[in-house]
Structures are given as structure tokens and as C-alpha cells.
């Protein structure tokens, strides 16, 4: 008798030990599985300010990203809706680091970009990176105050992308935009792709 009261109690430490192992186990590896894949912190190639028509599909083309990583660097979710006026992160991730030789075929990383500045003579230079190369851009403006309600945007002047895609472009700034923050835009003049982004004369 003594003999089964023994081994019987051998079974159920055993089968707690058991248990407790398991238990035990299943909680240091509850931590470990959620630390194993922490998200990767997104970098911003650029930024993108949305304007009248824009999907993220078009403004992935616009940069040369997919469409679904943009909407995962700003946390968009479906049906992806935007608004005008918004600011995306457009990833610097998505894009490749053009391969040295390549030399007309270059790419800005990251995706075009451009910049303004403005000089004394009431003149904006128009620098681009990355555009197409020889391509027609029409400039577009809008005082950034306007912007919200969605004006027209006013057509300011034209120029060309050199065989690179860049370009210095000089535009004569119009009068009644002068001395205040301009909502600019470079539209693509075969393809109808914008890109816009914010300026002012005092910076």
C-alpha cells in the first residue's frame, strides 16, 4: 500500500513539475516574441504636400515608390483616404541609391525634390534634383494663407529640366505674391504629375 501512495505521489509532482516548466517556459517566450520584430523607424526622404486629385498611387509614380510604403510610413489605413493639404513622409527606404556610372539615367535617392529661394529682383530660382530629364514644368503658385481653401492655383511661368533632370530655374515672382509665403507647385507638362511644397521669402 505504501508502495502505491508513494509512486502515485511521485505522479502528481511529476505532472506539477511538468506543468510548471511548461507554464514557466510559455511566460519568458510571451516577452521575447513580442520584442523580436520591433517596427523599423521610417525615414523621410522627403516630404509631400497633397493637392486636388492626388492618390498615393500617383504620388508613388511622382517619386518612384510603392504606393503601400508610403502608406505605412505616415500610418494610413484602408480605403487610404487623403485630404488636400496634407503632409506625407515619403520614405527614403523605398528607394534604390543610384549605382555609380549610370550618369544621364541618375535618380535623385529618395525621389525628386526641388527647392526655392528668392533673390532681391523679385525673382524665385527653382533648383531640381531627380526630375525627369528634358522635360517641361509649368509653375504654379498660390499664397499659402489661400491654400486651405483651395484656390486655383495661378500659373507663374514654365521652364526645362536639363539632360539631367535638374534645372536652376529663374521666375519672375508677380507682384501682388511678393513679400509673403507661396503654397508652389511644379506641374509635369506631358504627364500632368505635381508636386508641391511651402516657401517663404524670408528664410
Known amino acids: 500500500m505504501n508502495v502505491n501512495r508513494n509512486t502515485s505521489s511521485r505522479k502528481r509532482l511529476t505532472r506539477f513539475i511538468y506543468l510548471f516548466l511548461v507554464l514557466a517556459l510559455l511566460a519568458a ?36 515608390v510603392d504606393w503601400r510604403d508610403i502608406a505605412e510610413a505616415n500610418n494610413l489605413k484602408d480605403p487610404y483616404t487623403l485630404t488636400i493639404g496634407q503632409v506625407l513622409c515619403i520614405p527614403g527606404s523605398a528607394a534604390e541609391t543610384p549605382e555609380e556610372g549610370e550618369g544621364d539615367d541618375q535618380v535623385a535617392v529618395g525621389g525628386p525634390t526641388f527647392t526655392v529661394t528668392f533673390d532681391d529682383n523679385n525673382f524665385m530660382i527653382i533648383k531640381t534634383i531627380g526630375y525627369p530629364k ?48 507661396l503654397y508652389i507647385c511644379l506641374k509635369n507638362a506631358t504627364t500632368d504629375k505635381i508636386q508641391c511644397d511651402v516657401f517663404s521669402p524670408f528664410e
Open 29 to 64: 517566450a510571451a516577452p521575447i516574441s513580442a520584442s523580436a520584430a520591433p517596427a523599423a523607424q521610417t525615414v523621410c526622404a522627403t516630404k509631400h504636400t497633397v493637392v486636388s486629385g492626388e492618390t498615393l498611387s500617383s504620388i508613388g509614380v511622382s517619386y518612384g
Open 134 to 181: 528634358s522635360m517641361s514644368f509649368i509653375v504654379r503658385v498660390s499664397p499659402l494663407e489661400l491654400r486651405w481653401g483651395w484656390l486655383e492655383l495661378e500659373v507663374i511661368g514654365r521652364f526645362s529640366t536639363d539632360k539631367h533632370g535638374g534645372s536652376d530655374a529663374l521666375i519672375r515672382v508677380p507682384k501682388e505674391y511678393r513679400d509673403q509665403e
